[in-house]
Each structure stands twice: as structure tokens, then as C-alpha cells.
């Protein structure tokens, strides 16, 4: 079982960022990124994004070369000049997250379900034979 690190720990995606580059361990920036978890059980990995109003034709999920890719678009609502927003906060438009999986995965296997505005995707673990050890014997010449 691998360990993952916490994401506010040390993400790769972020720490190249332009705006994140002078201390991006030090000040984490949350841009307008959405939650991703992933997680890893004895026989899939899974991952879990919170995506509240989405609807799930709009979403692509591709697994390719053990990455996972979750993309989305949502139509922004034209925002009303008659509305004098104190906070706008509600997220809309499109999003994007890309994360490296921890191990090899089944692609023709994954499933993806969107339940209450969460997306769930398990993806099946490849099973790797294990090796067996086979004595050598070595001959005298």
C-alpha cells in the first residue's frame, strides 16, 4: 500500500506555478482549483471531487498513461447589474484537474458514478503476478 502525501503538503501541479513560485511551500495559494481525493483500497484506487451542479454529461474522465484526467464545463450565468454583490463565490464555468495515479490501473475497468454533486471514480488495480523464486544451478567446468 503506497502513502500519499497531503495535497497542501506538496503538490507538483502547484509548485511550478507562476503565481506559486517564490515560496510555494511556505504560502500554498488556492486558486480555483476543486478538491480532489484519491485514495487506494486492497483492490482499486479511487478518487472523489466535489462538483455540486454539474451535470454529468458535461464532465470527461480519461485515464492515460497513469494519469487521471478530470475536466468539466459549466454555462456561466450572466450576472445581473441589478444585483449588488457583497461576495461572489459560487463557482461556475469549466475546471480541470490532472493527477498522477499511484499505481498501474485496469482503464478498461474504471467506472464513474456522480451522486449528491460528487463524483466517485474506481479504478481497478492491475494484479501483477508474483515472481517465484526458481533455484539456479550452477555447474563446474
Do not use: C, H
Request: no cysteine.
Amino acid at each position: 500500500m503506497y502513502n500519499l502525501i497531503p495535497r497542501d503538503f506538496f503538490d507538483t501541479d502547484r509548485f511550478f506555478d507562476e503565481e506559486n513560485l517564490r515560496f510555494p511551500l511556505l504560502f500554498p495559494v488556492k486558486r480555483n482549483e476543486l478538491d480532489l481525493d484519491v485514495y487506494e483500497t486492497d483492490k482499486n484506487v479511487v478518487a472523489e471531487l466535489n462538483i455540486p451542479g454539474f451535470d454529468p454529461k458535461d464532465i470527461d474522465v480519461i485515464v492515460k498513461n497513469q494519469s487521471l484526467r478530470i475536466k468539466g464545463s459549466m454555462e456561466k450565468d450572466k450576472e445581473e447589474k441589478k444585483k449588488e454583490y457583497w461576495r461572489k463565490e459560487i463557482r461556475k464555468g469549466s475546471f480541470e484537474r490532472v493527477v498522477r495515479l499511484p499505481v498501474t490501473v485496469d482503464e478498461k475497468k474504471i467506472k464513474a458514478s456522480y451522486k449528491k454533486g460528487v463524483l466517485k471514480i474506481v479504478m481497478p488495480k492491475v494484479t501483477v503476478a508474483k515472481t517465484k523464486k526458481v533455484k539456479i544451478k550452477i555447474e563446474k567446468e
